[in-house]
């Protein structure tokens, strides 16, 4: 899994983080890792705080593996950073691909949500009164999706290929939203909050 100079302007997969984090042991899954990393560039940026590759990978042990693991995480925050600033049509969320069955993609959206959740939490960021109502809003959905539940979803139907692709995308776009707004004014930063 080697990362060239093209690796930072070319879509990391959701195979690519799985297999990285399997390698190294890793519990938390391609979709959560991406949403932790999301949620803490929304909250602080991408260099406030390195323990993020912590809450990534937990307990795995440090083993040669883990090089190439932090690697691709590094990379892919980087990509996502980007994506995000740029407000590039870009950005994606890293979800198994289409051809996995849609309560699989559901499984893994809801985990994306979690991770977003707690990266932004991880901030320190808490006051969510300092956000706009659209901002708000799209935190508290969030926490309705990570609530969901993957088996009610059929086997392929069209209605749930398109709602999960509605889903996908009022995320994608709402986590540009979000980062623009909490990147925009100084007042929302946390360390605005905890200074007296």
Not at 1 to 24: D, K
Not at 25 to 30: I, N, P, Q, Y
Not at 74 to 98: F, I, M, S, Y
Not at 128 to 141: K, N, P, W
Request: proline letters at 3%; a negative charge.
């Amino acid at each position: 899994m080697a990362l060239n100079q093209s690796a930072s302007t070319t879509p990391i997969s959701f195979v690519q983080v799985a297999e990285a984090l399997a390698e190294v042991g890793s519990l938390t899954g391609a979709a959560e890792a991406h949403g932790i990393i999301c949620g803490r560039l929304c909250a602080e940026g991408a260099s406030a705080d390195p323990r993020w590759l912590e809450h990534i990978l937990g307990d795995a042990p440090r083993a040669e593996a883990a090089g190439r693991c932090d690697a691709l995480l590094h990379a892919l925050l980087d990509k996502t950073e980007r994506d995000l600033e740029g407000q590039a049509l870009a950005l994606r969320l890293v979800l198994p691909g289409d051809n996995e069955p849609v309560t699989a993609r559901t499984e893994a959206l809801g985990e994306w949500c979690q991770g977003f959740l707690l990266g932004f939490a991880l901030t320190g960021f808490q006051d969510l009164s300092a956000l706009s109502g659209e901002a708000q809003e799209f935190v508290r959905d969030v926490q309705e999706i990570a609530r969901v539940d993957a088996d009610a979803a059929s086997e392929g139907s069209e209605e749930d290929e398109s709602a999960f692709a509605e889903v996908v995308e009022y995320l994608r776009v709402g986590l540009m939203v979000l980062y623009e707004e909490t990147h925009g004014s100084s007042d929302m930063s946390p360390s605005s909050e905890t200074r007296h």
